[in-house]
Structures are given as structure tokens and as C-alpha cells.
Antibody, heavy 123, light 109 residues
């Protein structure tokens, strides 16, 4: 079955760029919508944004000025870049698939998740 | 402060039923589908309910979802110790973002 795995640095300095990659295995990245979601320690979930395999994106308005999500279909991967990070960006970052079974055209039901990766912003 | 409002915690004895509410507005729940997730501490969220009341394959029918107006409810019957987890509701908001509730901790007494 489809599995997702996040990878990237666990520590980023303030004002620098956070970069993560999600590798999709057991299936093709094509056809589906893929999201990034984060969870600060002890807090709730925050949706970051999604990308379609064609490259079209939709970002959380609160992050759009600092955010880029891209896709590499040849590698079955999609990536996240968040610039000018601060301590408030410290969180577990997870990638997830928008459920193909949902009738929502906003792709906001996430049926497959990666295990998540902790990113700490600190000098 | 989450856009969707959930009670911080609910509890019940094994075998009993719990319900978790998720309150929103016409900008989100009122005009969009609601999903529910279970998150056991230290693990990723698991989709329990989508499109207000649909269960993904493999989710037992002890879990049910409903929506009325600008609120949604998750029900868990036949409560088991393995159901102890945090539960989140989520939906689309007219601010052009997916939004989640603050989470509800379920404790099995």
C-alpha cells in the first residue's frame, strides 16, 4: 500500500529556510493531491498547503508569503520550503494524501500520513 | 485559538459511549464536509470519518459521524482502552484553508 516518508534537517536556524521532502512509495504520486500539515509540540494540527501532481498548489494564507511546495513526479516526491523561520515554526511536520474517496473538492480529508518529522528552529 | 471548537476532554467507562462535538460557522462546517482523525500520542493522525459520516475501509462501525448546521459530532460506542487518544475535526474554511479543531482527549475510565 501507499506509504509516505518525510526527510530533512531536524534543526534549522532562525531566519533560515526549512526544507523537507516527502517520498511516496507503493504507488504513484500522480492523480492525487498531497498536503503538508504541522503540529507544534503539545498543540493541534495546522494545514500548510497542498500540491497536485501537475504542480498546481494551494497554500494556507497565513504562510503563503514564505512557502513553496513543489513536486518531482520522476522521483515520486514532493517538497516543502519555508523561508525566514522563527521559533514559532518549530513543529512535527507531516505529509499526507488527500483522500481520493472524499467528495470534497478541497481535498481536505487526509487518508494516508507519513510518520512525521520533528523540526526545531533554534540557534 | 482554533477556528473549530472542540471540548478539551471527554471520558467514559469501557463499553460506554462518548460523543465529541465540533462547532464552527457557515464559513466552514456549514458549507463543507467534515473529517475526523484519531491521534494516539507519538503517532500520526488516522482518518476515522470523512464527508461527515463516511468511514474509510478498516474503521469499525463503533465510530460514527454526523453533521447538523454548523456543528459536527463524532460518536464512539463500545469504548475500549485502545480508543484513548486525541481526536480532531477538520474541514475547509472560506478563508481558503483547511482548518482543524483544537482536539479532544478521550479518556477511558
Amino acid at each position: 500500500q501507499v506509504q509516505l516518508q518525510e526527510s530533512g534537517p531536524g534543526l534549522v536556524k532562525p531566519s533560515e529556510t526549512l526544507s523537507l521532502t516527502c517520498t511516496v512509495s507503493g504507488g504513484s504520486i500522480s492523480t492525487y493531491y498531497w498536503s503538508w500539515i504541522r503540529q507544534p509540540p503539545g498543540k493541534g494540527l495546522e494545514w500548510i498547503g497542498y500540491i497536485y501532481y501537475s504542480g498546481s498548489t494551494n497554500y494556507n494564507p497565513s504562510l503563503t508569503s514564505r512557502l513553496t511546495i513543489s513536486v518531482d513526479t520522476s522521483k515520486n516526491q514532493f517538497s516543502l520550503k519555508l523561508t525566514s523561520v522563527t521559533a514559532a515554526d518549530t513543529a512535527v511536520y507531516s505529509c499526507a494524501r488527500g483522500s481520493p474517496y472524499s467528495s470534497s473538492w478541497h481535498h481536505d480529508a487526509f487518508d494516508i500520513w507519513g510518520q512525521g518529522t520533528m523540526v526545531t528552529v533554534s540557534s | 485559538q482554533s477556528v473549530l471548537t472542540q471540548p478539551p476532554s471527554v471520558s467514559a467507562a469501557p463499553g460506554q459511549k462518548v460523543t465529541i462535538s465540533c462547532s464552527g460557522s457557515s464559513s466552514n462546517i456549514g458549507n463543507n464536509y467534515v473529517s475526523w482523525y484519531q491521534q494516539v500520542p507519538g503517532t500520526s493522525p488516522k482518518l476515522l470519518i470523512y464527508d461527515n459520516h463516511e468511514r474509510p475501509s478498516g474503521i469499525p462501525d463503533r465510530f460514527s459521524g454526523s453533521k447538523s448546521g454548523t456543528s459536527a459530532t463524532l460518536g464512539i460506542t463500545g469504548l475500549q482502552t485502545g480508543d484513548e487518544a486525541d481526536y480532531y475535526c477538520g474541514t475547509w474554511d472560506s478563508s481558503l484553508s483547511v482548518v482543524f479543531g483544537g482536539g479532544t482527549k478521550v479518556t477511558v475510565l
